[in-house]
């Protein structure tokens, strides 16, 4: 069964679960726990992980906002039409780039939402460049296509050198439609030749085009590797379209993916899957080790799922207002039953497997 494409926000329809607390209630049923499923913080305690600790910061990742032209079924960020408050504002951006620089975090990656959206996004990406920032963007695609304004954004991305790491479900467009909505396959390939044509994704370019690949219902990715070289293979043919990388990424039971879990009566299942499926291996790379990620209205989390369920980082320095690098350095990891998808099966992150 593939994951319902929704028209609306969980915020806008108040649903419960639009509230990361009550996520978290879903997450921590105590007869579940008990009969099923042990505690993540327990299952890694079992592999000599009584806590997890922090790395140096490599990678800065800021959400800037959660509006977004699409309203994806899957969405663990809740974005959509509909979520025009949730905006990344110029003085929260300005004090990112003041950190950034002071501390010299060599990885800017940059999400949303479709972040182009937000109103101070060329200013803020042409400002990490001048500092001379590795400049990530997590785009969708089909706002390249939305409106004529947006048409440019591969050149913008060029003369910037940012890294475009775009998701498509599927190279196909009944699998891609079903969990995005309609016609965005086709809009999503429209973008694709667009990035090529100005070099992205081409050998000896140096611009570097990255693709998101997470499954289209209840089951883990299917080999990296594998599923690289079958989208490089069936998009090449179908379309001439040429791309650097794909990642695989699970699909965490949070936001609206937990929601169709629950209404399709998957859940258990799908945690058990995940469960099952862990493995020690992925937890020395989990993306919360090496990474900082700040909501759009700057505070400050261990990772982007531990933000949209509102588990703010454990130390004083929780606000970007008040960072304190050595504070957050010496912070124990916040964990709960979600980091099962990051550790099921070869792992998973933003930038895809782990093992």
Known sequence: MAIKQRSKSLRSRENDLSDGGYQLTVLNNADLIDDQFVRFSDKI??????????????IFQINIGKLCNQSCGHCHVDAGPDQTEANMSRETLETCLEIIERHDIRTVDITGGA??????????VQECARQGR????????????????????????????????????????????SQRGDGVFEDSIRALKMLNKVGYGKEGSGLVLDLVYNPTGTFLPSSQCQLEAEFKRQ???????????????????????????????????????????????????????????????????????NQMLDLKVASKSTHISNFDIDALASRDIVVNQHCYGCTAGAGSSCGGELV
């Open 115 to 124: 972040p182009e959206l937000n109103p101070n996004f060329r200013w803020f």
């Open 45 to 58: 305690t079992n592999y000599g992980h009584s806590v997890l600790k922090p790395t140096a910061v490599e």
């Open 235 to 305: 998009l090449d043919r179908k379309f001439g379209i040429t791309f650097n990388s794909l990642y695989a990424i699970t699909n965490l039971p949070i936001s609206r993916f937990l929601e169709y879990l629950i209404e399709s009566e998957q859940y258990s299942d799908y945690m058990e899957t995940l469960v099952d499926a862990f493995n020690p291996a992925t937890i020395d790379g989990l993306m919360c080790r090496n990474t900082l990620s700040v909501s759009w209205d700057g505070y400050i989390y261990d990772c982007d799922f």
């Open 134 to 177: 590795k400049v990530m963007n997590r785009c969708n695609l089909t706002i390249i296509v939305a409106n004529k304004k947006y048409n440019d954004l591969p050149e913008f991305f060029a003369e910037n050198s940012v890294q475009v790491i775009s998701s498509l479900p599927y190279f196909s467009k009944r699998r891609t439609d």
